[in-house]
């Protein structure tokens, strides 16, 4: 089955700097990777997802890259500001045959120091 | 736009008691998720309904049951309450007829329970 590891953990990067957070993934056939972001006591949002017919998307200040190859996607914040301070999720599809799901990395709790 | 609407919002419960959690999906989605999330972790699967019928089911506890009603709106139903219960319980939803969109899956605001 899938299974999506997460890194860094965490994350600490001064206000306007880069932020890159990677995952890998383990079934070759997954072909949809979102991102979420958890804010203190809400639900996961989604940020911005990449389907396996492409390598890179962007929105503004976000971005995700995906080599396939490789098994590995990453999240690009670029000029970070504090209200990106979140943690953020990774994840896969877990699809069988009659259903399908969302298999989660570990998470990374970034700060954005202002 | 409509959000998934979760209530309530918080709950305590003495352990050994019932809970019932309810989710109201996004109109016109017709799948409902239910994640675990406990202190620091990442969200687990529990269940899913589609079309108000169980589609998949992940480490869900026997205690613990779901079902999603006519107006797809769904209910999952926790008995026995242990301390290692507590934890923060989202429902997602996402449009399985919708060609690629099903993929994507919204949360709500989720329900924060807490069993002592």
């Known amino acids: 089955g899938e299974n999506v590891e997460q890194h860094p953990s965490t994350l600490s990067v001064q206000e306007g700097d880069s932020a890159v957070i990677k995952c890998t993934y383990s079934?070759?056939?997954?072909?949809?990777f979102p991102w979420y972001k958890q804010e203190l006591g809400k639900g996961p949002q989604l940020i911005i997802d990449?389907?396996?017919?492409?390598g890179e998307k962007k929105d503004q200040r976000i971005a995700v890259t995906l080599n396939k190859t490789a098994k590995h996607f990453s999240l690009h914040i670029t000029e970070t500001q504090p209200e990106d301070s979140a943690v953020y999720f990774c994840a896969a599809p877990k699809p069988t045959d009659s259903s399908y799901k969302l298999i989660f990395g570990s998470g990374t709790r970034l700060l954005v120091r202002p | 736009a409509a959000g998934v609407i979760q209530s309530p919002r918080h709950l305590i419960k003495e352990k050994r008691e019932t809970a019932t959690l309810k989710c109201y999906p996004i109109?016109?989605?017709?799948?409902v998720y239910w994640y675990q999330q406990g202190p620091g972790q990442d969200p687990q699967f529990l269940i899913s309904?589609?079309?108000?019928?169980?589609?998949d089911k992940g480490s869900i506890p026997d205690r613990f049951s779901a079902q999603q009603f006519s107006d797809y709106h769904s209910e999952l139903n926790m008995s026995s309450l242990e301390l290692g219960d507590s934890a923060l319980y989202f429902c997602?939803?996402?449009?399985?007829?919708?060609?690629?969109?099903?993929?994507?899956?919204?949360f709500g605001s989720g329900t924060q329970l807490s069993v002592l």
């Open positions: 990449i389907r396996s017919n492409v």
């Open positions: 109109p016109r989605h017709d799948t």
């Open positions: 079934d070759s056939a997954s072909n949809y």
């Open positions: 997602a939803s996402s449009l399985e007829g919708g060609g690629q969109e099903y993929e994507k899956l919204f």
């Open positions: 309904f589609y079309e108000k019928m169980q589609s």
